[in-house]
Nanobody, 126 residues
Framework: QVQLVESGGGLVQAGDTLMLSCAASARTLHSNAMGWLRQAPGKEREFVAAITSTGRSTQYADSVVGRFTISRDNARNSVYLQMNNLNPEDTAVYYC???????????????????WGKGTQVTVSS
């Protein structure tokens, strides 16, 4: 059973930067698309970003385009989310997510992900 462990969250001010990391254990993920989801208090979980198994293609939610960057290091079995120019609307629990389909896929909805970690809290104050 794969385990995804997120880290890097915290309390920051508007305009600040954070880098989230996700480490996977129990299996290698170089054949799977990965992504980040988030859930704010009182709201449904939403798609943030995704990256194909090869790392050559990415997709972002409109709300984070130009501010967030997803990347991966298959040698380290890890995925990252660089978050710049954070604003209070980015406050949420961020989840690393795995698409179990093997091949080159680019999931763009929460439903296309099959597994996620326990999350890391990101809080942005104004």
């Amino acid at each position: 059973q794969v385990q995804l462990v997120e880290s890097g969250g915290g309390l920051v001010q508007a305009g600040d930067t954070l880098m989230l990391s996700c480490a996977a254990s129990a299996r290698t993920l170089h054949s799977n698309a990965m992504g980040w989801l988030r859930q704010a208090p009182g709201k449904e979980r939403e798609f943030v970003a995704a990256i194909t198994s090869t790392g050559r293609s990415t997709q972002y939610a409109d709300s984070v385009v130009g501010r967030f960057t997803i990347s991966r290091d298959n040698a380290r079995n890890s995925v990252y989310l660089q978050m710049n120019n954070l604003n209070p609307e980015d406050t949420a629990v961020y989840y690393c997510a795995l698409d179990l389909r093997v091949g080159v896929f680019l999931p763009t909805t929460v439903a296309q992900f099959d597994h996620w970690g326990k999350g890391t809290q990101v809080t942005v104050s104004s």
